[in-house]
C-alpha cells in the first residue's frame, strides 16, 4: 500500500461526512410518519441521515433547532407567477408575482403556477420566469391559449384546444404537471370538456378554478360526473360551494366525488375562501387533499397574505399541525405527480422549512370580510432548498462577529482596505 494512498485516506477520514447538521428540531415529516424530536444531516443537497442523535463532529456545519419544528419544503400548487408578459391587470401579468421573491420566506420550496400561461405562450413564460427561478417550479398549461392574460382569452372557445396543449406539454414534460380551466362564463361545460381532454391526451390532471357558478353546470355535477379521479377542483371553501344542508350535516355529494378520487384543493385566494363553509367542514373532518394560496398581488397584501397564515387558518380551525403539514407537502406533491417532493426520506432533495408555533389571539381573515380567531400562528424561521440555506429569519446558520477573522467580508482578490495617512 503506497504512502500516497495512506495520506488521502487520512485526509478523507478527516474529512466530515456531512455538509449540514440540523440538531435539536422537532421533526414532522407525515410520509414517513414522523412525529418526534429528529436530527437531520444534509449532504451533496440530499437529506444524508435522520436519526434520534447524530454526532455534530460529523458535520462542517451544526445548526440548533432546539424548540423549532421542521418539515418538508412546503409544497404550494396554486400560485401565479407569470409576472414578465407586460400585462396590466392580468393574472398572467401585472397580478402575478415571481417565484423568488415570496416562495422561501414563506417556508415554500416547490411553487405549482396554475395555468397563467396557455398554449401559445407557455414557453416564453418558461424562459422568462421558470428557468430563471431558484425556487423549483412546476406549472400546469391553461386550455385557452393565451392563458390568464385576458378574461376574454378564456372565453374564446375556439382557442381551446387539447391537441396543442399536448404537444406543449410533451415538450415540456419536465415541469408541466397538468392541465387548468378557469374563469368561464358561459353556461355549458366546453372549458371544462375540453380541459379534460387535454389531460387525457397528455396523461396529466386537470384543476378546474369554476369561475362562474351557474345553474346550467351545477357545482356539485362538476365534481361527481365530470372530473376523473386524480383531477383537482380548487377553490374548494368560495363562497357559493354548497357544503352543509339544511340539517347541519355535509352534502352527501362531497363524499361521492372524493370517494370517485377527485382532490379538493383549497385555493384560497383574493376572494374564495369564506369561514361560513370552511370552518363547519373541517369540524365535520371533510378535510381539503391539499392546502395552497392561490397567491398573486391582489392575494398576497389582502387576507390569504401566504401559506404560513392559509396553514395556520386551518391549526384555528382544529385540524392537528401534522395534519396540516400533511396537506402542504406530501399531498400536495402526490397530486402533481412528484412523489419525490414533500418528505424528507434519506436520499431526497433536502427541502426543508423550519418553524417557531406564535402563541397568543390571533384573527383570521377570510375573503369575504369573516373572522376567525385562533391560539396559534406559524412562523417561518428558515427554509433549505437543495440544502442550500435560502432563508434564516433568526440568523442562526451566521457566526458571531467576534469570532471571525479582523478582515472578514473583504472579497479576496477585489477588495482592499486602504488606510488613510
Given at each position: 500500500?503506497?504512502?500516497?494512498?495512506l495520506?488521502?485516506?487520512?485526509?478523507q477520514?478527516?474529512q466530515?461526512?456531512?455538509?449540514?447538521?440540523?440538531?435539536?428540531g422537532?421533526l414532522?415529516?407525515?410520509?414517513?410518519?414522523?412525529?418526534?424530536?429528529?436530527d437531520?444531516?444534509i449532504?451533496?443537497?440530499?437529506?444524508?441521515?435522520?436519526?434520534a442523535?447524530i454526532?455534530?463532529?460529523?458535520?462542517?456545519?451544526?445548526?440548533?433547532?432546539?424548540?423549532l419544528?421542521?418539515?418538508?419544503?412546503i409544497?404550494?400548487?396554486?400560485?401565479?407567477?407569470?409576472?414578465?408578459?407586460?400585462?396590466?391587470d392580468?393574472?398572467?401579468?401585472?397580478?402575478?408575482?415571481?417565484?423568488?421573491?415570496?416562495?422561501?420566506?414563506?417556508?415554500?420550496?416547490?411553487?405549482?403556477?396554475a395555468?397563467?400561461a396557455?398554449?401559445?405562450?407557455?414557453?416564453m413564460?418558461r424562459?422568462?420566469?421558470?428557468?430563471?427561478?431558484q425556487?423549483?417550479v412546476?406549472a400546469?398549461?391553461?386550455?385557452?391559449?393565451?392563458?390568464?392574460?385576458?378574461d376574454?382569452?378564456?372565453q374564446e372557445?375556439?382557442?381551446?384546444?387539447?391537441?396543442?396543449?399536448?404537444?406543449?406539454?410533451?415538450r415540456?414534460?419536465?415541469?408541466?404537471?397538468?392541465?387548468?380551466s378557469?374563469?368561464?362564463?358561459?353556461?355549458?361545460?366546453?372549458?371544462?370538456?375540453?380541459?379534460?381532454?387535454?389531460?387525457?391526451?397528455?396523461?396529466?390532471?386537470?384543476?378546474?378554478d369554476?369561475?362562474?357558478?351557474?345553474?346550467?353546470?351545477?357545482?356539485?355535477?362538476?365534481?361527481?360526473?365530470k372530473?376523473?379521479?386524480?383531477?383537482?377542483?380548487?377553490?374548494?371553501?368560495?363562497?357559493?360551494?354548497?357544503?352543509?344542508d339544511?340539517?347541519?350535516?355535509?352534502?352527501?355529494?362531497?363524499?361521492?366525488a372524493?370517494?370517485r378520487?377527485?382532490?379538493?384543493?383549497?385555493?384560497?385566494?383574493?376572494g374564495s375562501?369564506?369561514?361560513?363553509?370552511?370552518?363547519?367542514?373541517?369540524r365535520?373532518?371533510?378535510?381539503?387533499d391539499?392546502i395552497?394560496?392561490?397567491l398573486?398581488?391582489l392575494?398576497?397584501?389582502?387576507?390569504?397574505?401566504?401559506m404560513p397564515?392559509?396553514m395556520?387558518?386551518?391549526?384555528?380551525?382544529g385540524m392537528?399541525?401534522?395534519?396540516?403539514?400533511?396537506?402542504?407537502?406530501?399531498?400536495p406533491?402526490?397530486?402533481?405527480?412528484?412523489?419525490?417532493?414533500?418528505?424528507?426520506t434519506?436520499?431526497?432533495a433536502?427541502?426543508?422549512?423550519v418553524?417557531?408555533?406564535?402563541?397568543?389571539?390571533?384573527?383570521?381573515?377570510?375573503?369575504?370580510g369573516?373572522?376567525?380567531?385562533?391560539?396559534?400562528?406559524?412562523?417561518?424561521?428558515?427554509?433549505?432548498?437543495?440544502g442550500?440555506?435560502?432563508?434564516?429569519?433568526n440568523?442562526?446558520?451566521?457566526?458571531?462577529?467576534r469570532?471571525?477573522?479582523?478582515?472578514?467580508?473583504i472579497r479576496?482578490?477585489?477588495?482592499?482596505?486602504?488606510?488613510?495617512?
Amino acid at each position: 500500500m503506497s504512502l500516497a494512498f495512506l495520506l488521502a485516506a487520512a485526509v478523507q477520514a478527516q474529512q466530515p461526512a456531512y455538509d449540514l447538521l440540523l440538531k435539536r428540531g422537532h421533526l414532522i415529516d407525515p410520509k414517513n410518519n414522523i412525529d418526534a424530536p429528529m436530527d437531520i444531516a444534509i449532504g451533496s443537497g440530499k437529506v444524508a441521515a435522520v436519526a434520534a442523535d447524530i454526532d455534530p463532529a460529523r458535520a462542517a456545519k451544526v445548526i440548533d433547532l432546539g424548540g423549532l419544528y421542521v418539515t418538508p419544503g412546503i409544497v404550494d400548487i396554486h400560485t401565479h407567477l407569470y409576472a414578465t408578459s407586460g400585462m396590466p391587470d392580468a393574472w398572467a401579468g401585472d397580478n402575478s408575482v415571481l417565484p423568488d421573491g415570496f416562495s422561501f420566506r414563506s417556508g415554500v420550496t416547490t411553487m405549482v403556477d396554475a395555468g397563467s400561461a396557455g398554449w401559445r405562450n407557455f414557453e416564453m413564460f418558461r424562459h422568462t420566469v421558470i428557468d430563471r427561478a431558484q425556487t423549483r417550479v412546476f406549472a400546469m398549461i391553461n386550455i385557452a391559449g393565451l392563458g390568464m392574460m385576458t378574461d376574454a382569452a378564456e372565453q374564446e372557445e375556439s382557442d381551446f384546444r387539447p391537441e396543442e396543449v399536448a404537444k406543449i406539454a410533451a415538450r415540456n414534460k419536465d415541469i408541466v404537471v397538468g392541465v387548468k380551466s378557469a374563469h368561464y362564463r358561459h353556461p355549458d361545460w366546453t372549458s371544462v370538456d375540453r380541459a379534460i381532454e387535454a389531460g387525457r391526451l397528455s396523461g396529466l390532471p386537470v384543476m378546474v378554478d369554476f369561475g362562474y357558478f351557474l345553474p346550467q353546470r351545477p357545482y356539485w355535477q362538476l365534481v361527481t360526473e365530470k372530473l376523473r379521479p386524480g383531477d383537482i377542483t380548487t377553490h374548494v371553501y368560495r363562497g357559493s360551494v354548497p357544503w352543509i344542508d339544511e340539517h347541519g350535516k355535509l352534502h352527501a355529494y362531497l363524499s361521492r366525488a372524493r370517494a370517485r378520487g377527485v382532490k379538493f384543493d383549497v385555493g384560497h385566494g383574493g376572494g374564495s375562501f369564506v369561514f361560513r363553509n370552511a370552518v363547519p367542514a373541517v369540524r365535520l373532518g371533510f378535510y381539503p387533499d391539499s392546502i395552497s394560496s392561490d397567491l398573486h398581488t391582489l392575494s398576497m397584501n389582502a387576507a390569504m397574505m401566504d401559506m404560513p397564515t392559509t396553514m395556520s387558518k386551518f391549526l384555528a380551525m382544529g385540524m392537528s399541525l401534522p395534519e396540516v403539514i400533511l396537506r402542504s407537502t406530501w399531498n400536495p406533491a402526490q397530486i402533481v405527480h412528484h412523489s419525490e417532493l414533500g418528505h424528507l426520506t434519506v436520499g431526497a432533495a433536502a427541502d426543508i422549512a423550519v418553524w417557531s408555533i406564535q402563541r397568543g389571539d390571533f384573527g383570521f381573515a377570510d375573503t369575504g370580510g369573516g373572522q376567525f380567531r385562533g391560539r396559534e400562528r406559524l412562523f417561518c424561521e428558515m427554509t433549505l432548498k437543495d440544502g442550500r440555506i435560502a432563508w434564516d429569519w433568526n440568523a442562526r446558520s451566521a457566526t458571531d462577529y467576534r469570532k471571525l477573522s479582523p478582515d472578514y467580508g473583504i472579497r479576496r482578490g477585489i477588495d482592499a482596505i486602504v488606510v488613510p495617512k
